[in-house]
């Protein structure tokens, strides 16, 4: 082979890498994520507060009662830097943190948090209805 179609194989075939790169791209930015927050708080406790917000979306400051859930979409933006945060105000306590990063959205990884507040702390579970297996957050009681 000669170098100009040497040169031209490689200039297609960089190219192609480059488009199926993009292709993989774009699919991880359609992805829907859902974020849900189960108040499971005793009956007839006081109520959770709660007030999340992205840099470009704000849901404003929330009563949740026992059994009520909270519930949003959304999809990590262009630049790959979503990131919603949450506080979370029960009696005496008030809690914040991270809920969602665009960086845990990768491949084969969960697209739907469920977090789960109780009266011990808040909890993560994977899926839409979560049950068995939760993560410890936090416990109302850590300083």
Same mark, same amino acid.
């Given at each position: 082979?000669?170098?100009? $179609?040497?040169?031209? $194989?490689?200039?297609?075939?960089?190219?192609?890498?480059?488009?199926?790169?993009?292709?993989?791209?774009? *699919?991880?930015?359609?992805?829907?994520? !859902?974020?849900?927050?189960?108040?499971?708080?005793?009956?007839?406790?006081?109520?959770?507060?709660?007030?999340?917000?992205?840099?470009?979306?704000?849901? /404003?400051?929330? +009563?949740?009662?026992? /059994?009520? +859930?909270?519930?949003?979409?959304?999809?990590?933006?262009?630049? /790959? !830097?979503?990131?919603?945060?949450?506080?979370?105000?029960?009696?005496?306590?008030?809690?914040?943190?991270?809920?969602? *990063?665009?960086?845990?959205? $990768?491949?084969?990884?969960?697209?739907?948090?469920?977090?789960?507040?109780?009266?011990? /702390?808040?909890?993560?579970?994977?899926?839409?209805?979560? !049950?068995?297996?939760? !993560?410890?957050?936090?416990?109302?009681?850590?300083?």
């Amino acid at each position: 082979m000669d170098r100009t $179609v040497t040169n031209t $194989v490689f200039f297609l075939f960089l190219l192609s890498m480059n488009f199926a790169h993009q292709i993989g791209a774009q *699919r991880k930015f359609m992805r829907r994520h !859902t974020i849900h927050v189960y108040n499971r708080l005793p009956e007839k406790s006081n109520p959770l507060y709660l007030h999340c917000a992205s840099k470009d979306d704000d849901f /404003g400051d929330q +009563t949740f009662y026992s /059994g009520q +859930t909270f519930t949003w979409n959304f999809r990590v933006n262009f630049w /790959g !830097t979503t990131l919603y945060f949450c506080s979370f105000s029960w009696e005496q306590y008030l809690r914040k943190f991270v809920v969602f *990063r665009a960086e845990w959205d $990768v491949d084969n990884y969960q697209h739907s948090y469920s977090y789960i507040v109780n009266n011990e /702390g808040i909890y993560l579970g994977y899926g839409d209805s979560p !049950t068995g297996d939760l !993560t410890e957050i936090l416990r109302w009681d850590d300083e």
